[in-house]
């Protein structure tokens, strides 16, 4: 009998300690997930609707991300100025010496570009359109071997003149470019009717004035860029540019140097 009542009353306590163990641990997980439920109902109550002036400094932030995107896309798209179009060739900068060209006839001795005649045959057709018959292409692609004898020959009319041999090449440089450093050679620019500055006292070069950049070419040698292009100015020699360059250059009263400068930055 002893030995019975002792197995029944371990066995009573065993049952009670599971008992309250479980009971412990239900509590514990209603407790934690009340807290959940206050910390949850606590963070609802706390986020609250935007003010007016909240939602407008928030939009202000994001409109100042986008403007800065785009500067950013800007400024990329501005330091890339590899464009056959903007080719600089000039006292400076002369061409390559393994540089070459596909050239296309204007007629039956002059020759451009292939990948700009087009734009200049519409140009010509155009000024015929308007009533200009009067306004030819004199000069347009020159070979290196043929701006050697051009270039030789001013020199030599210098010092006939009575120049001294630098003299000569500096008066020369003014007015034609060395072998190599004429945009002539780039095969892009051309000189209308003859070199002449009554040029610009014509309707032909008016019309030029007004229309040229719709044809993407710029009066390449102004009188008040001589300072940064160093040459003369010349109303005759016309250069191709492509329309959207042509078009802003003028915008921004720009020669070709300083409209590469600008795209640099």
Not at 161 to 173: C, D, F, N, V
Request: charged content about 35%; hydrophobic content about 35%; aromatic content about 12%.
């Amino acid at each position: 009998m002893k030995k019975t009542a002792f197995f029944l009353t371990l066995l009573v306590i065993t049952f009670l300690i599971i008992y309250f163990n479980i009971n412990s641990t239900n509590n514990k997980k209603i407790s934690l997930n009340s807290n959940v439920a206050f910390e949850n109902k606590s963070f609802i109550n706390v986020v609250k609707p935007l003010t007016d002036d909240e939602k407008i400094y928030l939009k202000e932030q994001d409109d100042e991300k986008d403007s800065s995107k785009e500067n950013n896309n800007e400024e990329k798209d501005n330091l890339n100025i590899d464009d056959w179009k903007l080719v600089l060739v000039n006292y400076e900068n002369a061409l390559p010496e393994n540089f070459e060209i596909k050239l296309a006839n204007i007629d039956k001795t002059r020759k451009f570009d292939s990948r700009a005649i087009s734009y200049l045959n519409d140009m010509l057709k155009a000024m015929r359109k308007d009533g200009i018959e009067n306004v030819w292409v004199q000069s347009a692609y020159r070979s290196i071997e043929y701006q050697k004898g051009l270039y030789n020959d001013k020199i030599n009319s210098y010092i006939k003149l009575g120049k001294t041999r630098e003299e000569a090449e500096e008066l020369t440089l003014k007015k034609i470019n060395k072998p190599g450093t004429s945009e002539h050679n780039l095969g892009l620019s051309v000189d209308f009717n003859y070199v002449d500055y009554t040029f610009d006292e014509t309707k032909g070069f008016k019309w030029l004035q007004e229309n040229a950049e719709n044809y993407g070419f710029i009066l390449r040698y102004k009188k008040e860029k001589e300072d940064i292009t160093k040459i003369d100015y010349e109303p005759w020699h016309w250069r191709f540019v492509g329309v959207e360059n042509a078009k802003k250059m003028n915008e921004l009263d720009m020669c070709l140097e300083e409209y590469i400068e600008y795209r640099k930055k």
